[in-house]
C-alpha cells in the first residue's frame, strides 16, 4: 500500500510501527462503531474502504507531524478519535486551530 510506504519512509522504524498499530486500532475501532450504529457488524467494510480509512490516517499523521510538529506519541493518542471525527463529519477548524476534533471540546 502506497500510503504506508510514504509513512514508513517519515519515520523511523520504531515510530513507523507505532504509527502503524495507531493505525490499525483506529480503523478496527471505526469499524465496529460502524457495526453498532448502522447494526451491519457482521458484514464489515470493504476492503477499498479499508484502505480509504487507512490512507485518511496517513495523511492525517503526516499532516499532524510536518504541519502541525506534533509527537508521534500524540498523533497515536489521537489516531482514533481523528478517524471517528472525520467518519462523522464532525471535525472543526476555528480560528487559530490547525485540527481540532470534536473529542477536544
Known amino acids: ?5 510514504a509513512l ?3 519515520f523511523t522504524p ?3 510501527m507505532k504509527l502503524t498499530h495507531a493505525i490499525q486500532g483506529a480503523v478496527m475501532a471505526s469499524v465496529q462503531t460502524q457495526g ?4 451491519r ?3 464489515g467494510i470493504t476492503a477499498s474502504e479499508t484502505d480509504r480509512r487507512i490512507d485518511l490516517c496517513v495523511d492525517w499523521a503526516l499532516e499532524r507531524r510536518f504541519d502541525g ?3 508521534v506519541e500524540r498523533i497515536c493518542d489521537k489516531m482514533k478519535s481523528f478517524l ?3 467518519l462523522d463529519s464532525k471535525i472543526i477548524a476555528p ?6 476534533g470534536a473529542s477536544d471540546a
Open 84 to 86: 471517528r471525527d472525520r
Open 69 to 71: 510538529g506534533w509527537s
Open 14 to 16: 520504531q515510530q513507523f
Open 1 to 5: 500500500m502506497k500510503a504506508l510506504e
Open 36 to 39: 453498532q450504529t448502522i447494526n
Open 95 to 100: 480560528d487559530g486551530a490547525r485540527w481540532w
Open 8 to 10: 514508513k519512509k517519515e
Open 41 to 43: 457488524a457482521e458484514r
